[in-house]
């Protein structure tokens, strides 16, 4: 989707190395959401933002950390502390205007930590 | 928190032959249900939603079920197509900005 950007599309680290994955949108989106794909697992909730400078956990945001400085960018950082970063990461968002309006995602990055 | 279970988690089925995906939820609260459509490697995309003041929206040959009371939802496709192959996401909005997912249904379509 051209209006949610993901980089890079494939990401490898050494187990013990912090990284961060890119996640920009140009759709004048207010929220924006990270999930973590596992096979047979469906899609997680990591983090959450409704809005610039504010940001919430989801059910399973333990070793992990963002940002949301700018309404375009939601980085989201694995850190060592997460025990099993190897997955694959998907960004979504959705407008703040209309109530219930549907998440749209980006093309992911799959992250593989050895 | 809201829980969906989806099943079955594999499904095959004949081209032209129809095929149904089933998901409960367990927060009463939940008032929007979205499916999505994965391909191999790829984003997943929305194919069809419903709110919950509606009990049935069909597209194509794509329609949803939603029945409240027993928090439950459907996904039906008929006249089943190769193009239709793919993992098929339940989800439920619990009006707290947070959709829960299904584990994923992978069908397959057989020539």
């Known amino acids: 989707d051209g209006g949610i950007t993901q980089s890079p599309k494939y990401l490898f680290r050494k187990e013990g190395q912090n990284v961060t994955l890119s996640c920009e949108q140009n759709?004048?989106?207010?929220?924006m959401y990270w999930y973590r794909q596992d096979p047979g697992q469906g899609l997680r909730l990591i983090y959450y933002?409704?809005?610039?400078?504010?940001?919430q956990k989801g059910d399973i945001a333990e070793g992990y950390s963002v940002s949301r400085e700018k309404k375009e960018s939601f980085p989201l950082t694995v850190t060592s502390a997460q025990k099993n970063p190897t997955a694959f990461y998907l960004c979504?968002?959705?407008?703040?205007?209309?109530?219930?309006?549907?998440?749209?995602f980006g093309n992911g990055t799959r992250l593989t930590v050895t | 928190g809201e829980n969906v279970e989806q099943h079955p988690s594999t499904l095959s089925v004949q081209e032209g032959d129809s095929a149904v995906i089933k998901c409960t939820y367990s927060?009463?609260?939940?008032?929007?249900f979205p499916w999505y459509k994965q391909e191999l490697g790829k984003r997943p995309q929305l194919i069809i939603d419903i709110r919950s003041n509606v009990g049935e929206k069909k597209d194509q040959r794509i329609a949803v079920t939603l029945n409240k009371t027993a928090k439950h939802f459907s996904l039906h496709i008929t006249e089943t197509q190769p193009e239709d192959s793919a993992v098929y996401f339940c989800?439920?909005?619990?009006?707290?900005?947070?959709?829960?997912f299904g584990t994923g249904t992978r069908l397959t379509i057989i020539p």
């Open positions: 989800a439920a909005w619990d009006g707290n900005e947070k959709l829960t």
């Open positions: 927060d009463s609260a939940s008032n929007y």
């Open positions: 979504a968002s959705r407008t703040g205007d209309l109530f219930l309006s549907p998440l749209h």
């Open positions: 759709l004048n989106h207010d929220a």
């Open positions: 933002s409704q809005i610039v400078n504010d940001f």
